[in-house]
């Protein structure tokens, strides 16, 4: 008895589809071989086809572990991410929030800066700022 087109579209799929090493995907993905064991140990990634030493991964798992790191740069926990993965909830994506303030200088004219920097360099920024207003004043004469 022969095999049906549909067993073998999936044998000739599993056998063209790219198999990693564990380095292989600790080189792809930046993450070492310990976090990549232990983010199968806590569920974030399916177990390695095959045992020991002889285990590899395809490309479903390098993609997952890329997913991972771009929820991380988001700014999500690990424990959202495990939630997000499993699929059990869609935790919220906070936005990465950057505080600025604005000054301002005259009708029309502001002057933006972050809070680190305003913080970092308050008396370089009030001279600035005395400047540009000083500048704004005199009608722009006399500062070319």
Request: charged share 35%; glycine share 10%; proline share 3%.
């Amino acid at each position: 008895m022969g095999l049906d087109i549909m067993t073998v579209n999936c044998y000739i799929f599993v056998m063209e589809e790219k198999k990693y090493t564990i380095q292989d995907l600790c080189d792809l993905s930046g993450y070492t071989r310990r976090t990549i064991r232990y983010y199968v140990q806590e569920g974030l990634l399916e177990p390695p086809a095959g045992r020991g030493r002889g285990g590899f991964y395809y490309d479903s798992h390098l993609k997952r572990l890329l997913q991972i790191k771009a929820l991380q740069d988001k700014g999500l926990k690990l424990a959202a991410i495990q939630e997000l993965v499993k699929g059990r909830e869609r935790p919220e994506l906070q936005p990465s929030r950057e505080l600025w303030v604005k000054y301002l200088i005259d009708r029309g004219i502001e002057i933006h800066i972050t809070r680190e920097l305003e913080e970092k360099e308050r008396k370089k920024i009030a001279e600035i700022i005395r400047v540009a207003r000083s500048i704004i004043e005199s009608g722009g004469k006399g500062h070319d």
